[in-house]
């Protein structure tokens, strides 16, 4: 088997690879190597939705990337996220960027991934390996080598890009799972689910049967939408619960949703995943390799979401990268700057997100977040101001006048 000599070796093509791979292109003139183990086009288990912060990465990255993302027909744009309790209570909750009504998009990741993918394709120093599973990672002292199905590949350093069942993570890294800082997730995309409001708000589900966790529904193109159930995998082990079971009962029989799924149509069967939650500071690097995206367990222990933490993480690794080139350093002591400036950017959010979780594992406390808030102006635009701004959840949580107004305050009715 020809070995082929490369600066990086970036495992997995998914946010986190392509942004690593796309961003080194454009800053550097080292010659990349992408593999992942499928060929693309290729479907990955995931809510599909698209944060603000998303898009503005994918133009921070690349104009040229930007237009064919919003360019591509099969996403709709979604302007807020709906909240419902276990009570029945609900409140949607508008998106608000830069003082102005703001829209996210949900985006099937079969597409959004491979434009990221195609458009890596296009740069003369990235060399893209698809359906090239890798068999073994061997490190020395003078870099590593990976060895796939169909190729043997060289260089001094290596990121694992390649998601939660990272054989980067299981070769190189001291990283293990466990199950409090891990989430359970199944999805199944239908056509035909009615109820979703005009401005095609996500939707998520605080019944009291999954939390720490909540049943999605999200609008897609083409009347489709990608509904899934996720919970905390301690909470799954501890209460014996059949996620499968439970996401087709909640369908069926919940008076919430069931009328919205009378003529629904399933289009194909579950699919399930696991999720790494951000809930733990771990090592997601070392001697001559970086980790990012779900691989690194960067993953929101509220909401779910991602993507936008794989992307940045690619794009942190990046610079990372080319300091390590430019010190001639790839050492573990050398890679600890990406570790600390990976949690100076998230920290923060995973914490607060990590307590907001504990607190939604309590449903009379959601009931009356979501309750208040659809008749107290002030609980209101706190929830809105708290969407946009990790440091409004922050100061909120923090705020006396939050639980006083919460419990005390006499209802005056707003608009939901």
Same mark, same amino acid.
């Given at each position: ?16 690879? +392509?942004?690593? +791979?796309?961003?080194?292109? %454009? ?30 990465? /994918? ?73 090239? &599973?890798? $068999? ?14 169909? %190729?043997?590949?060289?260089?001094? /350093? ?9 054989? /980067? ?33 996500? &939707? ?16 897609? +193109?083409?009347?489709? +939408? ?18 499968? %079971? ?146 409004? $959840? ?23």
């Amino acid at each position: 088997m020809k070995k082929e000599k490369f600066d990086v070796i970036i495992v997995g093509g998914g946010p986190s690879g +392509a942004a690593c +791979a796309i961003t080194l292109a %454009e800053t550097t003139k080292l010659k990349i190597a992408l593999i992942d183990k499928a060929s693309f086009p290729r479907d990955k288990t995931c809510g599909d939705a698209l944060s603000i912060d998303v898009i503005n990465q /994918v133009s921070w990255m690349s104009p040229s990337l930007a237009e064919k993302f919003s360019a591509h027909t099969n996403k709709i744009a979604s302007y807020g996220v709906k909240i419902f309790s276990a009570d029945h209570s609900s409140i949607a909750i508008p998106l608000i960027y830069k003082g102005k009504k703001g829209c996210g998009y949900v985006f099937p990741r079969m597409d959004f991934d491979n434009v990221l993918f195609q458009h890596a394709k296009e740069y003369s120093n990235i060399s893209c390996f698809e359906n090239s &599973e890798v $068999r073994s990672i061997d490190k020395n002292n003078d870099g590593v080598l990976v060895t796939t199905k169909n %190729e043997q590949l060289e260089a001094p /350093v290596i990121v694992g890009a390649d998601g939660a069942h990272s054989i /980067v993570v299981k070769q190189l890294s001291d990283i293990e799972v466990e199950k409090e800082h891990y989430c359970a997730g199944l999805r199944i995309y239908y056509e035909g689910v009615t109820g979703f409001n005009d401005d095609n708000m996500i &939707e998520l589900h605080f019944f009291k049967d999954v939390v720490p966790g909540y049943l999605w529904l999200f609008p897609l +193109a083409d009347n489709k +939408a990608n509904v899934g159930i996720g919970m905390l995998s301690s909470e799954v082990s501890k209460r014996k619960v059949n996620l499968k %079971e439970t996401l087709f009962d909640l369908i069926n029989n919940h008076p919430d949703i069931k009328e919205r799924f009378k003529n629904a149509k399933a289009l194909e069967t579950v699919k399930g995943y696991g999720l790494p939650l951000g809930s733990k500071k771990r090592n997601i690097s070392g001697e001559r390799f970086i980790l990012t995206g779900d691989a690194a367990g960067l993953i929101d222990p509220l909401t779910g979401e991602g993507i936008a933490n794989a992307i940045r993480s690619g794009r942190v690794a990046a610079a990372h990268v080319k300091n390590c080139f430019a010190a001639n350093n790839f050492s573990a002591s050398f890679n600890k700057a990406y570790d600390k400036e990976i949690y100076a950017k998230m920290w923060k959010e995973f914490k607060i997100s990590k307590l907001l979780q504990q607190l939604s594992t309590y449903p009379r406390l959601c009931n009356q977040i979501v309750r208040k808030a659809n008749t107290v102006k002030y609980i209101q635009g706190l929830l809105i101001e708290a969407l946009a701004s990790v440091d409004k $959840r922050k100061s909120i949580l923090l705020n006396p006048k939050f639980y006083f107004k919460l419990f005390f305050s006499k209802n005056k009715r707003t608009a939901a």
